[in-house]
């Protein structure tokens, strides 16, 4: 396995404002394709606001004909990304 055909996988973390709680946070994602997978969690840690995701697209050629599903896996890959933590004052 080489270093291009490992998951990319991030981790970023939001210092809730002081005051602040989370009160609502996106469900899991899990997405598999024939055009790689993705996994989303949020997870309220302390005063922060954890988001981790991987992403696994393995090196292919999509026929014209299947644009549509490759398009499909990656607007759902980018909805995920937005989706809304809801704050709270606690």
């Given at each position: 396995?080489?270093?291009?055909?490992?998951?990319?996988?991030?981790?970023?973390?939001?210092?809730?404002?002081?005051?602040?709680?989370?009160?609502?946070?996106?469900?899991?994602?899990?997405?598999?394709?024939?055009?790689?997978?993705y996994q989303?969690?949020?997870?309220?840690?302390?005063?922060?606001?954890?988001f981790e995701?991987?992403?696994?697209?393995?090196?292919?050629?999509?026929?014209?004909?299947?644009?549509?599903?490759?398009?499909?896996?990656?607007?759902?890959?980018?909805?995920?990304?937005?989706?809304?933590v809801v704050?709270?004052?606690?």
């Open positions: 396995m080489t270093p291009d055909d490992r998951p990319r996988k991030d981790t970023v973390r939001i210092k809730l404002p002081a005051g602040y709680k989370v009160d609502e946070m996106p469900d899991p994602v899990h997405l598999e394709s024939p055009y790689g997978a989303a969690v949020w997870k309220a840690e302390g005063g922060d606001l954890v995701q991987s992403t696994e697209v393995p090196d292919a050629v999509a026929p014209a004909a299947q644009y549509a599903q490759l398009r499909a896996f990656f607007d759902r890959i980018a909805g995920s990304q937005a989706s809304p704050l709270v004052r606690k």
